[in-house]
């Protein structure tokens, strides 16, 4: 379609300009070519000038070339395997592969070339990919339709086909998601759904952290299916040795929670082997045993609560405090005479309005100071704030006697020492007011602010929880009493788990020693079977700069003493490591290297945990499958009758090519074309005029 930029009826002008143009030019033949072919010649040249003239006139116009082309995208058969263990209970894997390759080729064939199948294995992660190997020990078919809706979302997908046992164990219910994607999914079913003998474990409740010495409960749920008159021996070993056994005496739908108490007698990650005995006709032997591992410290935390005078404040801070069974706490009144015995054996000290007025427990805290022992100091109205400026100079308060604030408390983003959640942030701005005393507060050196204070509506540059940094010893600092109203309130809102983080994390912070050395490797201590292990190197001059000039390696040894040798890579600044898969167990490390003329180690520990999730059921679920079917009108087919499946596709009358059409406009000064029409117009006219020898 011809347009232009100005009223086409120029074109007439353009004509006219041209015709007379050439006419001048060659009205009484001034080439002055002679003989038969004069005229013919002539009229030639004529006719390449008027050309020549009409294109560059007609150019000026801004003439436009509208161009429509159509594209056909085919519809989009996203053909999903699942490659997880369970599908194996009931299928041989070297025939179900070669089936399942065998329908794929089929489908492809029969839906021809108008349609586009793309195949995908679905296990923890989803792959594109057609290489199955049944291996995978999570299935995750929720992230399937994510991943088909991300990758696919404004495309011609026609449909999704998902052959699998209906089994997952990753994420949540995929009903939602293969929802969002707004085309069929036809399912095929794997797997049986008739209960066959089994025996199982299907879950270990214990304590993932334990004292050394102390006992701890194990909780066994155990399942049995059709395993009538049958009995097993549930077994527990701990580190290789049998610390427990039960006869079970099972039945068809079984099921039992066994209660053991297990003692912890050596520090260290104690490795717990849960089993059943099979039964005769057991489908699957896999979900039999249930690795469990637990990490046994050699101590608790202690902290003493060091008070002026009995307060509310002070049962709340010690019913936080024991939230967590690493902390013991020892409450005392000054006022009362109540002193500890032997300051050495405390992790943390909380000074509850320590020092007072007159100077009460002033002595304790300088001699606190001097053993370099953490101090949590909380004001109050009977705080000494010219003493605690001698005991502390961390805070300077300018404050009368008896004068007091209602504030609340403003948490500041940039605070880096813990975190708290955007849930839990949203309730600290809940909280009732604390009593702090009046004044102006003053942080003298560098220290880490988590609230500061809102004195009705205005909020004040002043601290309410603060931690200094800098001296030998960690110090923090909670400018206001009433801890126990917020105790109170929170009850209502979170259960007082905000309150028991606060303090939580408060006092793991404060308690946690300095590491000084100059070489460290950060890493997980627990990871799962199928996840690579990775960590993480340091190296430090003796100026504590970052630095990564020399070689960091590990040497990576398990259970069995066999060893493994690994060289970190350097990043910037620093170094990583992927060991890798590793296989299920204990497993230690030493990571060496060379500080300046030292050479430095560090040792460690980590366990690897098996995965059994895959077999914890062992009947396909084909209700699930046929949901979602139903639900986005597609439909469920078994592997024995996917025969139908391409011809189901073929007659769904949404899933056809989809022809798009797309509309352009073009300049003709930006065609090629009409240039090199030019020049061909004036080239050919200027060589027959320099050939006659008229140029």
């Not at 490659?83 to 089936?99: F, P, T, Y």
């Not at 046992?165 to 999914?185: M, R, T, W």
């Not at 500061?452 to 200094?468: D, N």
């Not at 800098?470 to 801890?483: D, H, K, M, Q, T």
Request: proline share 3%; aromatic share 10%; charged share 15%.
């Amino acid at each position: 379609m011809l347009l232009t930029e100005y009223p086409l009826w120029l074109g007439l002008i353009c004509l006219a300009l041209a015709a007379g143009g050439s006419w001048f030019l060659y009205r009484n033949n001034p080439v002055g070519i002679e003989g038969r072919w004069a005229r013919p010649v002539q009229w030639l040249l004529h006719a390449f000038r008027f050309l020549s003239l009409f294109i560059i006139s007609f150019l000026l116009l801004g003439p436009l070339l509208k161009l429509i082309s159509t594209e056909t995208q085919k519809p989009v058969i996203v053909f999903a395997i699942d490659n997880s263990q369970s599908v194996l209970i009931a299928h041989d894997s070297v025939e179900l592969k070669k089936q399942l390759d065998a329908e794929l080729a089929d489908l492809k064939n029969e839906l021809g070339d108008e349609y586009e199948v793309l195949p995908y294995t679905v296990g923890k992660e989803i792959k594109a990919s057609s290489e199955i190997s049944f291996r995978e020990k999570e299935s995750n078919l929720n992230k399937l339709f994510k991943t088909v809706k991300n990758s696919y979302d404004g495309t011609n997908l026609g449909a999704v086909v998902l052959v699998s046992d209906g089994l997952y164990n990753n994420s949540e219910n995929p009903l939602q998601a293969a929802q969002d994607i707004k085309a069929p999914v036809f399912t095929v079913a794997l797997g049986d759904t008739v209960q066959r003998k089994d025996v199982l474990i299907k879950n270990a409740r214990t304590n993932q952290l334990v004292f050394e010495g102390n006992s701890f409960p194990l909780q066994v749920d155990v399942a049995a299916f059709a395993a009538a008159a049958q009995s097993s021996n549930l077994t527990v070993t701990q580190n290789g040795k049998v610390v427990f056994t039960q006869v079970l005496s099972l039945s068809n739908n079984y099921f039992n929670t066994v209660n053991a108490t297990l003692q912890s007698n050596q520090s260290g990650t104690q490795h717990i082997v849960i089993e059943v005995s099979k039964i005769n006709g057991e489908v699957s032997l896999a979900n039999n045993r249930l690795d469990v591992f637990v990490n046994v410290i050699s101590g608790r935390q202690k902290i003493a609560l060091l008070a002026l005078a009995p307060h509310p404040d002070l049962g709340a801070y010690e019913k936080a405090l024991q939230q967590n069974q690493n902390y013991v706490v020892e409450s005392f009144i000054i006022s009362q005479q109540q002193v500890p015995a032997n300051l050495d054996q405390y992790n943390l000290v909380i000074l509850h309005q320590l020092p007072g007025w007159n100077g009460e427990g002033m002595n304790l805290v300088k001699q606190l100071k001097q053993k370099n022992i953490p101090l949590l100091f909380v004001l109050g109205s009977q705080s000494g704030m010219n003493y605690l400026l001698q005991a502390d100079a961390a805070l300077q308060v300018g404050a009368g006697r008896g004068s007091m604030n209602e504030v609340l408390p403003v948490y500041q983003d940039n605070f880096s020492l813990f975190t708290f959640t955007e849930e839990e942030q949203e309730h600290i701005k809940k909280l009732p007011p604390l009593i702090a005393p009046f004044g102006n507060y003053r942080i003298n050196g560098e220290a880490e602010v988590l609230f500061k204070q809102q004195i009705g509506y205005v909020k004040t540059e002043y601290p309410l929880i603060f931690f200094a940094k800098g001296s030998n010893s960690r110090s923090g600092f909670i400018c206001g009493e009433g801890f126990w109203k917020w105790r109170m309130y929170d009850m209502a809102i979170s259960g007082q788990q905000t309150t028991n983080n606060i303090i939580g994390s408060t006092v793991q912070y404060l308690t946690s020693k300095k590491d000084q050395s100059r070489f460290r490797i950060n890493g997980k201590k627990q990871f799962d079977e199928n996840e690579a292990a990775t960590f993480e190197a340091e190296v430090y001059n003796e100026s504590y700069q970052l630095v990564n000039t020399g070689e960091v390696s590990m040497v990576i040894t398990n259970s069995s003493g066999k060893s493994f040798n690994y060289t970190f890579s350097k990043t910037a600044g620093s170094y990583s490591l992927d060991a890798g898969v590793l296989l299920p167990g204990n497993y230690s490390y030493v990571g060496s290297t060379n500080t300046g003329t030292t050479r430095q180690q560090v040792k460690g520990q980590f366990i690897v945990k098996p995965t059994q999730v895959e077999f914890a059921q062992t009947t396909a679920n084909h209700q699930l499958l046929n949901e979602l079917s139903a639900q986005s009108n597609g439909k469920l087919f078994y592997l024995n009758n996917m025969k139908g499946l391409a011809a189901e596709i073929k007659a769904n009358q949404n899933i056809k090519p989809v022809i798009y059409q797309q509309q352009d406009v073009k300049s003709w000064i930006e065609l090629k074309a009409i240039f090199f029409i030019l020049l061909a117009l004036l080239g050919i006219e200027w060589f027959i005029r320099k050939w006659n020898g008229s140029v």
